[in-house]
């Protein structure tokens, strides 16, 4: 037999023999690396609490889904009180191409600009008469 493969075949089985006699570690379970701790915002020691995260109110509707809104100028529906509430003018509502302001009693008008002619609470949508008495 050449040396060179003699040496080679007498490494490689004492090499195996080795890994006969070892003894293989008691690893019940894989190793897991460490958890980094993360920055907190919170002081140190103190616990954040177990709270839910309120959720931000829903918008209210700019519309409604039955009445349409006043031409013109800026308004909201108000869906309490079942009309569009006019933004530029104090006390003035719209609803079915009428509009309704109250001035220490009501009036109607079919402009927001009037004429302005007086009614009482029975010419008044039921959640505006109910609003300012």
């Known amino acids: 037999m050449h040396p060179l493969a003699r040496i ?3 490494s490689f089985a004492l090499g195996l023999s080795a ?3 070892h003894q293989p ?20 020691g ?8 309120p959720k931000p109110p829903k918008p209210l509707p700019r519309t409604s889904a039955t009445f349409a809104p ?13 009309v569009y509430v006019l ?17 220490n009693g009501w009036s109607r ?8 002619e007086e009614t009482d ?3 008044v949508p039921p959640g505006l008469s109910r609003q300012f008495k």
């Open 121 to 123: 609470i029975s010419g």
């Open 70 to 82: 006043p031409p013109g100028g800026p308004s909201h529906w108000d869906a309490r009180l079942g």
């Open 19 to 21: 890994c006969a006699v």
């Open 109 to 116: 008008s079919v402009s927001p600009n009037g004429p302005w």
């Open 25 to 44: 570690s008691d690893q019940t379970a894989p190793t897991t690396p460490a958890p980094v701790p993360q920055p907190s915002s919170q002081p140190a």
């Open 87 to 103: 933004e530029e003018q104090l006390d003035t509502f719209y609803r079915q191409r009428t509009y309704y302001r109250w001035s």
């Open 8 to 10: 080679t075949l007498l």
């Open 46 to 53: 103190k616990p954040l609490p177990d709270m839910p995260i």
